[in-house]
């Protein structure tokens, strides 16, 4: 086997790319810089298969009515379970739950519904400042629309954000800042877009 | 509670930092102002201790400054004000004023004096013995014990005046006994009115001066304004740490780090802190004015003040 792969033409001598380099070469938007959109493709490859992430899209352009061009892609997703709880959210879980166990139902306690995030992709080696943050914000909306729901009727969308229920506690603006470090790290951080007060986890 | 406080409050300018050396403008400043300061004022025969400081209180050039834009304080340079009033001052003036010292020292001394003696007759009557009129000078178990559980007396007085330690006391007892009881006590007053006249705030051109803060000050004040109390942030490597209410009532929200609009800073400083800040249950804030302000929305974002300081705050995500 091996003698014969040596033998072989000169070009069978450099590997077959990865499924991974095969991801990354296709569908490059034309709109920003390449390794913008090959970092997009990192971290939406990431959150598919570490982080069991669906109906993941890659925008290019702002989903506010006007359709800027964004700084750069900017990625959208469903996560598996919940990514972030605010704590008056989280005080009113615990309160349902303490007021369930009270009753005795035997019904299972339900998490909360997960919602779409934001994810914003970026190399640890990236110098950022106030201004590009607020760049990404001021294009982008509170929660990302379903890339489902864009095929249906506009009024519909206007209605209901994304297949769960509208959280009355999700009033500002967040982002998943998706760190990449070049050994292929991947860290997510949530950024608000204003004072929250933090979790008490 | 407290006695009233005259506004302005003056704040002591030493050396290049502020302090406030009245405890009631201490307690005025923090509970209607929403700033604490920092205590720093250590007793000299305590020179390790590094908790439960007193007066002074140090202020940091933001609180400064905002207390002094709110017109609620301004700042004194406290060494010039000295060398001059001390100068200017009469020799009768001079007079009063130690006799005054003196006085007080006096009566400092009378009353440790007796509750010293308090104590004693009250050891004795423990013991069964009743308080001989010169037991004073027989009593050696007495005094001994005496200094032993008196070690308030002997940090709080005068090294001059407190009672020596019980080897001492063995040895030379009488002799410093009756010197104790004659001597006063020497004063350290904390302020330095009423022996010179209080000063007056600066009228008609004030505040000419607003004292200098750093780069930071616009998200010290939004901050502030929103109604967070802010202490210094070394303690966990910020510039700040924002409290929703007294410090001494809450623990902190944010660690917050001030920066300029355009400046930029590597996204690791932003991991650190808000792993840091998700570790102590905290977010990592980060914030500064909006130079440009041209964000479209920017009546409904919530991150934007008055003074157009928008704010981020961090938190690890949990993956």
């Given at each position: 086997m091996a003698l014969s792969r040596a033998s072989g033409p000169a070009a069978r001598l450099s590997p077959p790319p990865s499924a991974l380099s095969e991801t990354m070469k296709t569908a490059e938007d034309n709109c920003h810089e390449p390794y913008l959109h090959h970092l997009a493709q990192r971290v939406?490859?990431?959150?598919?298969?570490?982080?069991?992430?669906?109906?993941?899209?890659?925008?290019?352009?702002?989903?506010?009515?006007?359709?800027?061009?964004?700084?750069?892609?900017?990625?959208?997703?469903?996560?598996?379970?919940?990514?972030?709880?605010?704590?008056?959210?989280?005080?009113?879980?615990?309160?349902?739950?303490?007021?369930?166990?009270?009753?005795?139902?035997?019904?299972?306690p339900e998490g909360p519904v997960p919602e779409r995030e934001w994810v914003l992709p970026a190399h640890l080696k990236e110098k950022w400042s106030l201004k590009s943050f607020a760049a990404i914000f001021d294009e982008i909306g509170t929660v990302p629309r379903d890339p489902d729901d864009q095929k249906?009727?506009?009024?519909?969308?206007?209605?209901?954000?994304?297949?769960?229920?509208?959280?009355?506690?999700?009033?500002?603006?967040?982002?998943?800042?998706?760190?990449?470090?070049?050994?292929?790290?991947?860290?997510?951080?949530?950024?608000?877009?204003?004072?929250?007060?933090?979790?008490?986890? | 509670m407290a006695t009233a406080v005259t506004l302005p409050v003056p704040i002591s300018q030493v050396a290049g930092r502020y302090f406030l050396y009245n405890a009631d403008v201490v307690?005025?400043?923090?509970?209607?102002?929403?700033?604490?300061?920092?205590?720093?004022?250590?007793?000299?025969?305590?020179?390790?201790?590094?908790?439960?400081?007193?007066i002074p209180s140090e202020?940091?050039?933001?609180?400064?400054?905002?207390?002094?834009?709110?017109?609620?304080?301004?700042v004194i340079e406290d060494a010039a004000r000295h060398r001059n009033a001390f100068r200017n001052m009469s020799g009768s003036e001079r007079m009063a004023v130690l006799a005054a010292f003196d006085k007080q020292g006096r009566e400092a001394a009378r009353k440790a004096q007796n509750k010293a003696s308090k104590r004693q007759e009250e050891a004795l009557k423990r013991k069964g013995m009743t308080a001989a009129p010169k037991v004073r000078?027989?009593?050696?178990?007495?005094?001994?014990?005496?200094?032993?559980?008196?070690?308030?007396?002997?940090?709080?007085?005068?090294?001059?005046?407190?009672f020596p330690t019980p080897t001492l006391a063995s040895t030379a007892s009488q002799?410093?006994?009756?010197?104790?009881?004659?001597?006063?006590?020497?004063?350290?007053?904390?302020?330095?009115?009423?022996?010179?006249?209080?000063?007056?705030?600066?009228?008609?051109?004030?505040?000419?001066?607003?004292?200098?803060?750093?780069?930071?000050?616009?998200?010290?004040?939004?901050?502030?304004?929103?109604?967070?109390?802010?202490?210094?942030?070394l303690r966990f490597g910020a510039q700040y740490m924002a409290y929703p209410g007294d410090p001494l009532r809450f623990h902190s929200h944010f660690l917050a780090v001030?920066?300029?609009?355009?400046?930029?800073?590597?996204?690791?400083?932003?991991?650190?802190?808000?792993?840091?800040?998700?570790?102590?249950?905290?977010?990592?804030?980060?914030?500064?004015?909006?130079?440009?302000?041209?964000?479209?929305?920017?009546?409904?974002?919530?991150?934007?003040?008055?003074?157009?300081?928008?704010?981020?705050?961090?938190?690890?995500?949990?993956?």
């Open positions: 939406a490859h990431n959150l598919q298969y570490q982080h069991q992430w669906t109906a993941i899209s890659i925008h290019t352009n702002s989903p506010l009515a006007d359709s800027h061009l964004l700084p750069r892609p900017i990625i959208s997703g469903l996560p598996p379970q919940r990514i972030y709880v605010h704590p008056d959210e989280q005080i009113e879980l615990l309160k349902d739950e303490s007021k369930r166990k009270a009753e005795s139902t035997a019904s299972k249906q009727d506009r009024d519909d969308i206007s209605q209901s954000v994304g297949t769960s229920t509208i959280n009355k506690w999700r009033t500002i603006k967040r982002v998943m800042l998706a760190t990449v470090d070049d050994d292929g790290t991947i860290v997510y951080y949530i950024v608000h877009d204003g004072i929250v007060k933090p979790r008490q986890n | 307690t005025f400043i923090r509970r209607e102002h929403h700033i604490t300061g920092v205590l720093i004022g250590n007793l000299p025969q305590a020179p390790q201790q590094n908790i439960f400081s007193g202020l940091m050039p933001e609180e400064v400054r905002l207390l002094v834009e709110k017109k609620v304080a301004y000078n027989d009593s050696r178990a007495s005094a001994s014990s005496e200094a032993g559980v008196d070690e308030d007396e002997i940090l709080f007085a005068s090294p001059a005046n407190s002799a410093s006994v009756s010197v104790n009881e004659s001597k006063p006590f020497g004063i350290t007053p904390a302020m330095s009115y009423p022996a010179l006249s209080p000063p007056t705030p600066p009228s008609e051109s004030w505040p000419t001066s607003i004292p200098e803060a750093p780069p930071s000050y616009p998200l010290f004040k939004y901050l502030h304004d929103k109604g967070y109390f802010l202490s210094p942030g001030g920066k300029e609009w355009e400046e930029e800073w590597e996204l690791g400083e932003l991991v650190g802190g808000g792993r840091l800040g998700t570790g102590v249950k905290k977010g990592f804030l980060v914030g500064g004015t909006a130079t440009d302000s041209v964000s479209k929305d920017s009546n409904t974002n919530e991150g934007l003040g008055d003074q157009g300081v928008r704010a981020f705050c961090v938190e690890w995500s949990g993956m």
